[in-house]
């Protein structure tokens, strides 16, 4: 990995705007650097990233607020769910839900009483009516002591739409696993290769059975403030746990196989396609980092090369977004 070649851009940056931090342009190899990496994360492949600029935390609460206070945005998750466009993404023959059943919501996670079987997403998951940005435990809840933590229940659609109106975009997946090593090489996690299991200093991930048990060694059960753990050798906090983040790659499960055929990739912005086989009908772009609810046992979401994916017009209350911009 080189963090060298960097000057040529980084010469006629003049200032870098306020919680913002230059990433330098460097080469490595993208993908699965541990026995813990799952297919989607191979074949290995280089990559050359151009220098850019990118968001030092996640987008708080507060960011989002100024954002929807200035444009009268309304995200994905405060609108009524649009039958005709969500019934593309299921079985054909799927009989449409009582209209109180498409009102306005987001997904929330609810620990179970027992250790469970992790097959089942279900079991932790829960749709609630009324859970957005504003309401990220559902309708009786707020975000009056949360605003310097990161803004949930965002969809890709509301992330893009945020990074426009603050002269931005967001980060290609390439530019997120290169710029979330901090300038190690190779780094499994974002601090390093120091075990998780001595880490919980280090990020917001959950310590304990999931999705039964978190013994919150890390001081926190759900999201934190950010800035709550060190940043990275580039200056960029919550690199790892706290919320997943959205980048603007579509998800295609076979986009490594093709990119590790195609030589040196420089500034790669991801497949044309989407493509997942267990949800095949389901428009999905990636997101990176890992949140709170992360663990060895479930999917290890902090490791630097970890991808997980998520309908463009889904919200959680532990996936949120940063931004990037271009040099």
């Not at 975009?169 to 997120?176: F, G, M, V």
């Not at 196989?257 to 999905?284: C, F, I, M, Q």
């Not at 902090?302 to 991808?307: D, E, M």
């Amino acid at each position: 990995m080189s963090c060298s070649s960097s000057k040529e851009q980084e010469k006629h940056i003049t200032e870098i705007p306020p919680e913002m931090v230059l990433i330098p342009s460097g080469t490595f190899t993208m993908g699965g650097r541990s026995d813990q990496a799952y297919a989607d994360e191979f074949p290995q492949h280089q990559v050359k990233v151009s220098a850019f600029l990118m968001d030092e935390t996640e987008v708080t609460n507060a960011q989002f607020k100024a954002f929807v206070e200035a444009t009268g945005y309304v995200t994905t998750a405060e609108r009524a769910v649009d039958w005709e466009e969500l019934k593309k993404q299921l079985p054909s023959g799927t009989p449409k839900p009582a209209d109180s059943l498409l009102a306005g919501g987001s997904l929330i996670f609810e620990k179970t009483n027992k250790p469970v079987e992790l097959n089942d997403v279900s079991q932790w998951w829960v749709w609630t009516i009324g859970a957005n940005w504003r309401q990220p435990e559902g309708p009786h809840s707020d975000i009056e002591q949360k605003m310097n933590h990161p803004v949930v229940h965002v969809s890709w659609e509301d992330a893009n739409a945020y990074a426009k109106w603050a002269g931005k975009r967001l980060p290609t997946e390439a530019e997120w696993e290169w710029a979330s090593m901090g300038g190690l090489e190779n780094a499994k996690y974002p601090w390093g290769d120091e075990p998780v299991e001595s880490a919980y200093e280090k990020a917001n991930f959950w310590q304990g059975v999931f999705p039964f048990q978190n013994h919150k060694l890390d001081g926190f059960d759900a999201s934190a403030p950010v800035k709550s753990f060190p940043p990275n050798g580039y200056g960029l906090y919550d690199m790892a746990g706290n919320v997943w983040e959205w980048c603007i790659d579509k998800y295609d499960v076979r986009s490594y196989t093709v990119n590790a055929n195609s030589g040196l990739l420089e500034n790669p912005s991801g497949s044309e396609e989407y493509y997942d086989p267990r949800e095949p009908h389901t428009p999905k772009h990636v997101i990176r980092g890992g949140s709170f609810l992360c663990n060895d046992s479930y999917c290890s979401g902090y490791r630097t090369s970890r991808r997980m994916s998520s309908s463009r017009d889904s919200g959680f209350n532990h996936t949120g977004f940063r931004c990037a911009r271009s040099l």
